[in-house]
């Protein structure tokens, strides 16, 4: 497909009751852009809030209890369970579990306590004196907690003879106690040293020894009751798997259409749902929703151009390339950069095949390229689960491409995992088929001759490029009727004219050819027409005055017009040498390893260092290199290709949907 999709924008009145049903279906349809037509969203009515609500229960049990909470998607014609009943069997969920995990909430609290206090006993383990007694004593000051260790020794000097200072058996911790009429001494000299006291655990009796293996006991217990809890956890998990799994979907999906809905207009029993279609898809929608609500369904249909709100640019209609597998890994390329207009010529063919193919030169190796075959077919099959993102994304199928690219120019080369000789005699075989006569390389970068032929095909590539490149700018201009960008812009009619009669200037003297004073004139004629651009459009439009800013503003700004169009142009064209000089340092790197492999395999375990160099070297280039191969070919579209043409971006078609296990994407 040449242009962007053709859209439609599709009107519907719908009945309260085929809600539910009708955006299933589009959902999953994946086929409608929902336009919220400047609405405030409303709040969410009392089911609705219940709805999210259950579908937050129902995720917390499925947790507690260990099920896969996306299993078992609904199916797109699955049939549509009514809420009422969801409710109530997500609710009967609900109950039935709260039993399980009460009893465990409160023995994890239980065990937390006990934790606590075994931490806290245990400083006091050495002690054989009954807690009781140090917090009852009346003639006694005790006090319990912690001190840096390194003021320890200092306290127990200062306080020799008032209070006895013992050290616990946790770090830092101290037991010090003094005769009643000595407690403002002992509080004083504490308080200088920053001490931090930690009471006593209250309500306990009996040596710490004796508490310490009595909360132990009472521990094991806990531990072995929430082990037997685990167990009945599990049993329950797998029996209530199935259900949780199906009212997990549903109750997500009705979360999901709900909020869908928030946005758009309805009145007490109709549904307004407005939203952007492709036109291919139109009478199959129409046809499935009428026969889903039973014809209970009001549907209007606009063509963008009837829409004022286009018409004056307040709306832009969402834009769709469908593309097949090959074609569909380039989307993101060209997205990054921007979107095209609606109507307007879609770039990304032509970003695929100029990615690949100026790729494929600068990085030319059967070996190498197989590389990336395979990493490819490794991305596509998910089988990595780390490369799950790169396989949505449909970038496995780029890699197969551009290796699949390399290894044809690689054999075009004759060069294979760096080596220049190794394919030498499939080399042979092929240039004899070819050329009609046999050499070790099909295409050769020996010499000087060959580099400068070399050089000008990378720029004759570069040159189609570039003249692809204003072709569908003045076909987009065109389209939208901008008349002054696409007869007299630098990027529209008078430079491209400019630009292609300069080009064959160029062939016709490497071919021996003579420049004749017709030429000039030629390339005059679309200067002439950038220098009298604004006269020109002013005249045509009826635009008063004719020159704006004065006579000497015009000649200024039409001069700078000239020498920006002409540096613009060359600049352009002379970025593309960067095809060959990348091209020329792949087979330099190439050449670097295979020395290096030589010089090490005359040495002792000449062979193992001979292979350690060539892997190293060889992933080098292919992580290295291709890293900045890559770079600089989306920058040559970047600035050489999108620059003509996109001048102003569109919006993307992000259609409903429902294949994310509930969610919208």
Request: charged share 20%.
């Amino acid at each position: 497909m040449l242009f962007t999709e053709r859209m439609k924008k599709l009107e519907m009145l719908i009945m309260k009751k085929d809600v539910d049903a009708v955006m299933r279906y589009l959902g999953f349809a994946g086929c409608l852009q929902l336009i919220a037509e400047g609405r405030e969203q409303r709040e969410l009515t009392a089911e609705e809030r219940e709805i999210v609500d259950l579908k937050i229960g129902i995720e917390s049990v499925a947790r507690f209890l260990g099920v896969d909470g996306h299993a078992a998607p609904a199916a797109p014609t699955a049939e549509v369970p009514d809420r009422a009943g969801l409710r109530e069997r997500a609710q009967s969920l609900l109950e039935q579990t709260r039993g399980l995990i009460d009893e465990e909430s409160a023995l994890l609290q239980r065990r937390v306590s006990l934790q606590q206090t075994i931490d806290e006993l245990s400083a006091f383990s050495r002690l054989r004196v009954p807690l009781s007694a140090l917090e009852n004593a009346t003639y006694l000051t005790v006090r319990v907690g912690f001190l840096d260790p390194h003021k320890v020794e200092e306290l127990s000097r200062v306080l020799a003879r008032r209070a006895l200072v013992v050290r616990l058996d946790a770090p830092g911790h101290i037991l010090a106690v003094a005769p009643k009429k000595g407690r403002w001494a002992l509080d004083s000299e504490l308080k200088r040293r920053d001490f931090q006291e930690r009471p006593l655990p209250a309500g306990l009796t009996g040596s710490p020894a004796d508490v310490l293996r009595a909360l132990s006991s009472e521990m094991g217990e806990v531990e072995a009751a929430l082990a037997g809890l685990n167990e009945k956890r599990e049993a329950e998990g797998r029996a209530k798997s199935p259900e949780i799994a199906f009212l997990l979907d549903q109750l997500r999906l009705d979360a999901a259409i709900d909020a869908a809905t928030q946005g758009l207009a309805s009145s007490g029993s109709v549904q307004k749902v407005s939203g952007w279609i492709p036109g291919r898809k139109y009478r199959e929608v129409t046809r499935s929703l009428d026969e889903i609500t039973h014809g209970s369904i009001a549907l209007r249909s606009f063509d963008p151009e009837e829409l004022p709100e286009v018409k004056s640019g307040k709306m832009k209609v969402p834009v769709s390339t469908p593309h097949g597998r090959i074609v569909r890994g380039f989307e993101r390329m060209v997205f990054s950069y921007g979107i095209p207009l609606y109507g307007t010529v879609d770039p990304t063919p032509f970003v695929a095949v100029m990615f690949v193919l100026l790729f494929a030169i600068m990085f030319g190796d059967v070996g190498q390229g197989s590389v990336g075959l395979i990493l490819g077919l490794l991305i596509n099959s998910g089988w990595i689960r780390s490369f799950e993102t790169y396989r949505r994304k449909n970038f496995g199928t780029v890699f197969i491409v551009a290796g699949l690219a390399s290894i044809v120019a690689g054999f075009l080369y004759g060069s294979f995992f760096a080596s220049e000789s190794f394919l030498a005699p499939v080399s042979r075989a092929l240039s004899l088929l070819l050329l009609g006569r046999a050499q070790d390389h099909v295409i050769s970068l020996a010499g000087f001759q060959k580099v400068m032929l070399f050089f000008g095909v990378t720029i004759g590539i570069g040159a189609v490029i570039n003249s692809v490149g204003l072709v569908i700018n003045i076909v987009n201009t065109t389209r939208r009727r901008d008349w002054e960008k696409a007869l007299l812009a630098k990027t529209g009619l008078a430079g491209a004219l400019f630009f292609w009669y300069a080009l064959s200037i160029g062939v016709r003297i490497i071919f021996g050819g003579r420049i004749s004073g017709f030429d000039f004139a030629c390339l005059a004629v679309p200067l002439l027409a950038l220098f009298f651009r604004e006269p020109i459009i002013h005249l045509a439009t009826g635009h008063r005055p004719v020159l704006k800013d004065g006579l000497f503003a015009f000649i200024m700004e039409g001069i700078v017009e000239i020498l920006e169009s002409v540096i613009y142009y060359v600049s352009n064209s002379v970025s593309f040498l960067r095809v060959a000089a990348f091209a020329l340092a792949h087979t330099v790197l190439s050449t670097i390893v295979f020395l290096l492999s030589d010089m090490v395999g005359g040495a002792p375990g000449g062979l193992a260092f001979r292979i350690l160099v060539l892997l190293i070297g060889n992933s080098i280039i292919i992580v290295l290199e291709g890293l900045i191969v890559t770079i600089q070919v989306v920058r040559l579209q970047y600035y050489e290709f999108f620059s003509k043409f996109f001048n102003e971006t569109g919006e993307e078609f992000t259609p409903f949907s429902l294949r994310t296990s509930g969610g919208v994407k």
